[in-house]
């Protein structure tokens, strides 16, 4: 069964800090996507990776993918208020139509 | 136009009610997709049309029934539900679901079962 996790959770951070989200995933896959959801929202597609060693930059978020180690971050650099949501990754499984969401994370930059 | 429709916005309804959740496209997608979402949890898949045919049915009771009538429109139609299936339901489009694909999310239709 392909799970996808996230870590942390949860994230509270002070305005102007940087800060990494982690999405690991349990089975071979080279295409990985972030979503960012506001409260109330839908999602709304943030970076699409699609081989081992992508990096994709927008603004103050940065997301990068190791295939060979199951993982991808979204780093965040000098967090503003703005960037509170849910950040969430997902897995396209096995190159099917299935995609695979992960745990989600919760981000509070506080001002 | 980079836009995925869906009506209605809210949706309340009674476990012996018939309703249906319309979901449309115009940027020439070939794949359509239906997540539902509960509160604080990710969107999980439950169908997905490829090409105006069923690729996915991720065992969802057959109180959810989708249809698409072409390749623009997506439907959900709901019968006899039970309250545990409240939740916002999201439409999603890609180019064509063959992987690498960025999928665009709808609005959404926050359902309540009474």
């Known amino acids: 069964e392909l799970k996808v996790e996230q870590n942390p959770l949860f994230l509270s951070m002070q305005e102007g800090k940087n800060y990494t989200i982690y999405c690991n995933y349990s089975?071979?896959?080279?295409?990985l996507y972030w979503y960012r959801q506001d409260p109330g929202k839908s999602l709304e597609s943030l970076f699409v990776l699609l081989s081992n060693g992508a990096v994709k930059q927008e603004g103050r978020l940065m997301a990068s993918l190791d295939t060979k180690a199951r993982l991808s971050t979204l780093h965040i650099t000098a967090a503003v208020h703005d960037l509170s949501a849910t950040y969430f990754c997902a897995v396209d499984y096995g190159g099917t139509y299935k995609y695979i969401f992960g745990t989600g994370t919760r981000l509070k930059v506080l001002a | 136009d980079t836009e995925v429709t869906q009506t209605p916005k809210h949706l309340v309804m009674g476990m012996t009610n018939k309703k249906s959740l319309k979901c449309e496209q115009h940027m020439g997608h070939r794949a359509m997709y239906w997540y539902k979402q509960k509160a604080k949890k990710p969107p999980e898949l439950m169908f997905v049309y490829s090409y105006e045919k069923l690729s996915i049915n991720e065992s969802v009771p057959s109180r959810f029934s989708p249809e698409c009538p072409n390749s623009s429109l997506l439907n959900l139609h709901l019968h006899a539900l039970q309250p545990e299936d409240s939740a916002l339901y999201l439409c999603a489009s890609s180019q064509d679901g063959g992987g690498a694909d960025t999928q665009y999310f709808g609005p959404g239709t926050r359902l309540t079962v009474l």
């Open positions: 089975t071979t896959s080279d295409r």
